[in-house]
């Protein structure tokens, strides 16, 4: 079975950092490009960050240069998001996905490319 897991939601006041993690299991998680995304109500589905599985990376979103960072780390099978000087607009529902094997899949900033995805946590920023 497939699973993608989120972990590291929480309430945090503008300013503050938080980390995030997403473990992989049931694939082989070196020949899958993973994504992160957000969600926050009203608003459609904003992709973040590409780890594609051929070492490049990737970023969508003007908004979150600088204060977010992108990490992946295949022993621990985990694809991680270091959110720093954290704002309301930053509240969301935050999703990763996996796309592959390899070039069967491919990151893409709507998520159209995405195989797997996690069933999400909430972040949330408060003024």
């Known amino acids: 079975e497939v699973q993608l897991v989120e972990s590291g939601e929480g309430v945090v006041q503008a300013g503050q950092s938080l980390s995030l993690s997403c473990t992989v299991s049931?694939?082989?998680?070196?020949?899958?490009?993973l994504m992160w995304f957000r969600q926050a109500p009203g608003q459609k589905r904003e992709g973040l960050f590409c780890s594609a599985w051929s070492g490049a990376i990737a970023y969508y979103q003007e908004s979150v240069k600088g204060r977010f960072t992108l990490s992946r780390d295949s022993p621990k099978s985990t694809l991680n998001l270091q959110l720093a000087d954290l704002k309301p607009e930053d509240t969301a529902q935050y999703y990763c996905?996996?796309?592959?094997?390899?070039?069967?899949?491919?990151?893409?900033?709507?998520?159209?490319?995405?195989?797997?995805w996690g069933k999400g946590i909430q972040v949330t920023v408060s003024s």
């Open positions: 996905a996996a796309a592959g094997p390899r070039s069967a899949g491919y990151c893409s900033e709507p998520g159209t490319g995405m195989k797997y």
């Open positions: 049931g694939i082989p998680f070196d020949d899958y490009s």
